[in-house]
């Protein structure tokens, strides 16, 4: 079975600077991209950043040059440092993997259980 594992998550000063993890468990032939995905109230689920298996990263308009997605591959897991924190970067945070089974086959796309991350001023 395959788990994806947040940590990091909770209140926050606004300005502040916290670093989510999340680590990919299981039969794992290989992961492709990881990402973080966010969604705040009554608004529809947003990518946050990505990361592919290579090292290329994308980001959302919104966060580019306050945050930084990175990954370990020898320990399957993805980081998503946040510098700078605003109001608006309030919401449920999700991490995202897709990857190989050691059956191979499919791509599969799995998900985090979301870690919260409030924003205070």
């Known amino acids: 079975q395959v788990q994806l594992v947040e940590s990091g998550g909770g209140l926050v000063q606004a300005g502040g600077s916290p670093r989510l993890s999340c680590a990919a468990s299981g039969s794992i032939f290989s992961i492709n991209t990881m990402g973080w995905y966010r969604q705040a109230p009554g608004k529809q689920r947003e990518l946050v950043a990505a990361?592919?298996?290579?090292?290329?990263?994308n980001y959302a308009d919104s966060v580019k040059g306050r945050f930084t997605i990175s990954r370990d591959n020898a320990k399957n897991t993805v980081y998503l440092q946040m510098n700078s924190l605003k109001s608006e970067d309030t919401a449920v945070y999700y991490c995202?993997?897709?990857?190989?089974?050691?059956?191979?086959?499919?791509?599969?796309?799995?998900w985090g259980q979301g870690t919260q991350v409030t924003v205070s001023s």
């Open positions: 990361i592919t298996s290579g090292g290329r990263r």
């Open positions: 995202n993997a897709h990857l190989l089974l050691q059956l191979g086959g499919y791509e599969y796309e799995y």
